[in-house]
T-cell receptor, first 110, second 116 residues
Framework: EDKVVQSPLSLVVHEGDTVTLNCSYE??????LLWYKQEKKAPTFLFML????IEKKSGRLSSILDKKELFSILNITATQTGDSAVYLC??????????FGTGTRLTIIP | EAQVTQNPRYLITVTGKKLTVTCSQN?????MSWYRQDPGLGLRQIYY???????DKGDVPEGYKVSRKEKRNFPLILESPSPNQTSLYFC???????????????FGPGTRLTVL
């Protein structure tokens, strides 16, 4: 039972390109959606989204949540080789139990 | 330095031999959690704890036990490990906001477990 689906599974782009990663889900009742970046080790936190339509931004990364259409996107502009990683999204269903998607593997070619 | 530590980092063991993976955090976080990560399946939550003596099952609790006797520690116990528990395990901790889990989770460095 996949409650959190990320797409694409894998993406290879050239340095400088802009990428959009998707996270879709099936439930309507959740407290927050989180994005993480995982390089070779443990995931590191990027964003937490709770409200629909409000963009969160950090440098070249931004994310937005659409609660009506049941998805979130993570945008990375002017990509760099250091952006190569697996990007994970997770849903907090309100009981503090987190369900993660399988991730999108992003590879940036110099 | 604020951190989550796990021990051991690597462990190879045999089926049926009880083991414990320790997790400790120095940030006074209420929330702690264990995940396993397997290729193609992503991160799956095993157990979580919202405070001392409060633990709940995640998505894949079978074959695991946890305890939360102190706020800083959240050990993961495998009473009788089996090969299907070979995986990469992460411990994480977080503060709890007024409305629940409102802050980022800090992950430990991971424990790679192989059960032969």
């Amino acid at each position: 039972e996949d409650k959190v689906v990320q797409s694409p599974l894998s993406l290879v782009v050239h340095e400088g390109d802009t990428v959009t990663l998707n996270c879709s889900y099936e439930v309507t009742n959740f407290r927050s959606l989180l994005w993480y970046k995982q390089e070779k080790k443990a995931p590191t936190f990027l964003f937490m989204l709770t409200s629909s339509g409000i963009e969160k931004k950090s440098g070249r990364l931004s994310s937005i949540l659409d609660k009506k259409e049941l998805f979130s996107i993570l945008n990375i502009t002017a990509t760099q080789t250091g952006d190569s990683a697996v990007y994970l999204c997770a849903l907090n269903f309100g009981n503090e139990k987190l369900t993660f998607g399988t991730g999108t593997r992003l590879t940036i070619i110099p | 330095e604020a951190q989550v530590t796990q021990n051991p980092r690597y462990l190879i063991t045999v089926t049926g031999k009880k083991l414990t993976v320790t997790c400790s955090q120095n940030m006074n976080h209420e929330y702690m959690s264990w995940y396993r990560q397997d290729p193609g399946l992503g991160l799956r939550q095993i157990y979580y704890s919202m405070n001392v003596e409060v633990t709940d099952k995640g998505d894949v609790p079978e074959g695991y036990k946890v305890s939360r006797k102190e706020k800083r520690n959240f050990p993961l116990i495998l009473e009788s490990p089996s090969p299907n528990q070979t995986s990469l395990y992460f411990c994480a901790s977080s503060s709890l906001g007024v409305a629940g889990l409102s802050y980022e989770q800090f992950f430990g460095p991971g424990t790679r477990l192989t059960v032969l």
